[in-house]
């Protein structure tokens, strides 16, 4: 069954089919030509994956930041980051790394972040005398916080495969990251801006239009504190913040920045389910797929193997990363999540390493890997948003990626970075 299951998903992804489409179908072969189970399995076992409360949350973060994203909201926020770092060296560039990391405590998706306000921001630093492709570059590689910052899509997918962690927990864990990509962005930036002598053309504004711009922008930063303290003061769970999330998000738009009109909820929702029923079809068929690794012993078989390898911690978390940084070329972060962590977190948890340090390496890992061709969603997606080729911005991402790969080190070494938070919250 594995061998038919590998060689099959393998062989359809070769073949240009569709991630969601090659995991249920090599799982079908498996299932028909490699075991006496029947067919009706595979579509049990998919509906299975979906039948889960704290899945609701992805339908709710998704059409919430597809509210808050909207019309003036997404201009206002991108005002208020622009306002306090626009008139320096680069200023543009600090105030898209800025940006792209408040949209991620809105959106919890890279993809999101860099469609909508990411492909405004790079519009507004080509007028100012930015580059395209660097302004492409940048915005994709900033938008990597999104799932990183919570709310995070992964983060929930996470820890329905790995019980050794909460949502709670991981959401905690992914602020000092998050904040460590932002900060390394910004690094890369101020590199480049120095070498090519990129200079802001804006003035700084006044403090009268600096203080009205921020309280604009208050009611839509409050989402943010709002999620992430009534989750941490126990009022309710992720999947309730989704839920509060939204109708917070209606409000803002429909009465306090009043961009929102009631006839275009039916499109918003529409754009929402879309995205919602992508990201559930590959949850279903990755359900199914792992199923089989699991009945089959192959996590299980793994783990003894490299257990009985007397490998330290630091060198299984090394070797897990290139791992992960080779599988993030050819597979989105979803489905490497629902493949993967089944089968390396039990290594992780018998080495002893701390479920949530080991939770942290691999989504930053995979996220990493929306940057990367030839896959690299998030390259593809700016690409289509600006009209720019993504070999131009491939020939912008080295800095970009060095940094990453830099901040990817400091958390494998340093558990603190992203255990600390949770442990001052008691898990």
Not at 358 to 364: D, L, R
Not at 377 to 392: E, H, P, Q
Not at 401 to 425: E, N
Request: aromatic share 10%.
């Amino acid at each position: 069954m594995a061998l038919i299951l590998f060689a099959s998903f393998f062989f359809l992804l070769l073949i240009g089919m569709p991630v969601a489409f090659a995991l249920a179908l090599a799982a079908w072969a498996a299932i028909g030509l490699g075991s006496t189970y029947p067919e009706i399995v595979v579509v049990k076992e998919m509906f299975s994956g979906l039948d889960s409360f704290p899945l609701m949350a992805v339908p709710f973060f998704i059409l919430a930041a597809e509210l808050m994203t909207s019309g003036a909201m997404t201009q206002i926020l991108l005002r208020f980051a622009s306002q306090f770092v626009g008139h320096y060296r680069g200023g543009l560039g600090y105030a898209n790394v800025v940006s792209s990391t408040m949209f991620a405590g809105i959106s919890g998706s890279a993809l999101a972040d860099a469609a909508g306000p990411g492909a405004m921001m790079i519009r507004m630093m080509e007028k100012d005398g930015y580059d395209k492709s660097y302004a492409s570059a940048l915005t994709a590689s900033a938008s990597v916080v999104g799932p990183i910052i919570p709310p995070s899509i992964i983060m929930i997918l996470y820890a329905m495969q790995d019980n050794n962690v909460s949502v709670i927990a991981l959401f905690m864990a992914g602020l000092i990251p998050g904040i460590l990509i932002s900060t390394a962005m910004a690094a890369a930036n101020w590199y480049v801006c120095r070498r090519r002598g990129f200079k802001s053309a804006r003035p700084r504004p006044p403090a009268r239009e600096m203080l009205r711009t921020t309280l604009q922008a208050l009611p839509a930063v409050l989402l943010i504190v709002l999620i992430i303290g009534g989750i941490r003061s126990g009022m309710f769970t992720p999947t309730e913040a989704s839920v509060v999330a939204v109708f917070y998000a209606l409000l803002c738009g429909l009465f306090v920045y009043r961009s929102l009109r009631l006839k275009d909820l039916p499109d918003i929702v529409f754009r929402s389910a879309l995205v919602t029923a992508a990201i559930l079809l590959i949850l279903a068929a990755a359900r199914a797929f792992a199923w089989i690794i699991i009945i089959e012993g192959i996590p299980q078989a793994i783990a003894a193997t490299i257990v009985s390898w007397d490998l330290s911690p630091i060198l299984f978390l090394l070797a897990v990363n290139v791992l992960l940084l080779v599988f993030g070329l050819f597979m989105d972060p979803l489905p490497g999540v629902m493949i993967l962590v089944p089968i390396l977190s039990p290594i992780a948890h018998a080495l002893g390493i701390d479920p949530i340090h080991f939770a942290i390496v691999v989504i930053v890992n995979l996220t990493i890997g929306l940057l990367t061709p030839p896959v690299g969603a998030l390259l593809f997606v700016v690409s289509s948003a600006v009209k720019i080729k993504v070999s131009d911005m491939i020939r912008e991402m080295p800095p970009f990626l060095v940094m990453h790969l830099l901040v990817l080190l400091a958390l494998t070494f340093i558990p603190a970075l992203s255990t600390w938070l949770p442990s001052l919250g008691g898990y």
